[in-house]
C-alpha cells in the first residue's frame, strides 16, 4: 500500500516563529488531506490538498502531486497551535486514508 | 451545519463486555469511514459503508468486530467480548459520496474506549 512519511517527528517552537512540516508519500494520490489533533484529541480539517497552494490564515499548504511532497506552513506560531499534525493520503481507486506518524509541535510562550 | 456526531464520547467496558459507538455523519453525507488510533500508533483505517452496504473492510479485524450504517439512524462499530488491547480511539469519518473519487473526509470527535 501506499506510505506516507512525515517529518520532522517532532518540533519545538517559540511563539511567533514560523515552521514547516513535510509528507512525503510513496505514489500518486487523489486525496491529501491535513489535519490538527489538539492536545483533546479531537481531528482537525485544516486543508483538503491533492495538488497546488491553500491558505487559511496563518496556514498554508503546498502540494507538489508529480515529485510526491506536500509541505504545511504555519506562521506566528501560537501556543493553540500546539498538537499533533498528520498528513493523509489515498491512492487512486482507494478511499480509505493513509496516515503519516505525525510531528508533534509544542509552541512555548 | 453540525459536524460528524460520535456518542459516547467515553467509554468503560469489561474484558468480555460488549461495545456499541455510534456516529452520525454530517447531513447530506451518505458515506461514512471507521479509523482507529491505538496508543502510540497512528491512525488506521478500518472500514467504509454506504447506507446498508459496507463497501471496504479490508482494515477490520476478522473476529468481534462489525460495523452497520442502516437506511435509517446512525452508523454503529460494534465491538464483542472486548479486550485490553481494543482500547483506542475510535474515530468516524463521513463525506458528501458525489460520483468524484476526491472527496474531503470529515472527522468526528472520536470515541475514548477504555476496557479493564
Known amino acids: 500500500g501506499i506510505q506516507v512519511e512525515q517529518s520532522p517527528p517532532d518540533l519545538i517552537l517559540?511563539?511567533?516563529a514560523n515552521s514547516t512540516l513535510r509528507c512525503n508519500f510513496s505514489?500518486?494520490?487523489?486525496?491529501l488531506q491535513w489535519f490538527h489533533q489538539n492536545p483533546w484529541g479531537q481531528l482537525?480539517?485544516?486543508f483538503y490538498i491533492p495538488s497546488g497552494t491553500k491558505q487559511n490564515g496563518r496556514l498554508s499548504a503546498t502540494t507538489v502531486a508529480t515529485e510526491r511532497y506536500s509541505l504545511l506552513y504555519i506562521s506566528s506560531s501560537q501556543t493553540t497551535d500546539s498538537g499533533v499534525y498528520f498528513c493523509a493520503v489515498s491512492g487512486a481507486g482507494s478511499y480509505q486514508l493513509t496516515f503519516g506518524k505525525g510531528t508533534k509541535l509544542s509552541v512555548i510562550p | 451545519n453540525a459536524g460528524v456526531m460520535q456518542n459516547p464520547r467515553h467509554l468503560v467496558r469489561r474484558r468480555g463486555q460488549e461495545a456499541r459507538l455510534r456516529c452520525s455523519p454530517m447531513k447530506g453525507h451518505s458515506h461514512v469511514y471507521w479509523y482507529r488510533q491505538l496508543p502510540e500508533e497512528g491512525l488506521k483505517f478500518m472500514v467504509y459503508l454506504q447506507k446498508e452496504n459496507i463497501i471496504d473492510?479490508?482494515?477490520?479485524?476478522?473476529?468481534?468486530?462489525?460495523a452497520e450504517f442502516p437506511k435509517e439512524g446512525p452508523s454503529i462499530l460494534r465491538i464483542q467480548q472486548v479486550v485490553r488491547g481494543d482500547s483506542a480511539a475510535y474515530?468516524?469519518?463521513?463525506?458528501p459520496g458525489t460520483p468524484r473519487s476526491q472527496e474531503t473526509q470529515y472527522f468526528g470527535p472520536g470515541t475514548r474506549l477504555l476496557v479493564l
Do not use: H, T
Open chain 2, 57 to 66: 473492510e479490508s482494515g477490520m479485524p476478522k473476529e468481534r468486530f462489525s
Open chain 1, 27 to 31: 505514489d500518486s494520490v487523489n486525496n
Open chain 2, 91 to 95: 474515530f468516524c469519518a463521513s463525506s
Open chain 1, 14 to 16: 517559540q511563539e511567533g
Open chain 1, 44 to 46: 482537525i480539517n485544516l
